[in-house]
Nanobody, 115 residues
Framework: QVQVVESGGGLVQPGGSLRLSCAVS????????MGWYRQAPGKQRELVAS???????NYADSVKGRFTISRDNAKNTAYLQMNSLKPEDTAVYYC?????????WGQGTQVTVSS
């Protein structure tokens, strides 16, 4: 079994910051890519950012320059530092872990940006 657990969501004012964490545990030999996705009400889930084992990153255009993804391979943990948050960043944020022959998702953490 593999467990993916996100944490760090909450309510923040526009312009504020949050840091999300994603911890992966269980029967995993290696994790290739870890990614953050988000889904706003009435919208499809979209990729926010991803990072490979080697540290190569990819960002959605809407978050470039504001969000930073990082990971600690020894801890099987990924982070998403979110700065200059906007109301349109409001969504449930999900973490995905990609391993040999499988993808595992977390349950999601709510991020609400509102004054």
């Amino acid at each position: 079994q593999v467990q993916v657990v996100e944490s760090g969501g909450g309510l923040v004012q526009p312009g504020g910051s949050l840091r999300l964490s994603c911890a992966v545990s269980g029967s995993i030999f290696t994790i290739y890519t870890m990614g953050w996705y988000r889904q706003a009400p009435g919208k499809q889930r979209e990729l926010v950012a991803s990072i490979t084992t080697d540290g190569n990153t990819n960002y959605a255009d809407s978050v470039k320059g504001r969000f930073t993804i990082s990971r600690d391979n020894a801890k099987n943990t990924a982070y998403l530092q979110m700065n200059s948050l906007k109301p349109e960043d409001t969504a449930v944020y999900y973490c995905k872990s990609t391993s040999p022959f499988r993808d595992d998702w977390g349950q999601g953490t709510q991020v609400t940006v509102s004054s």
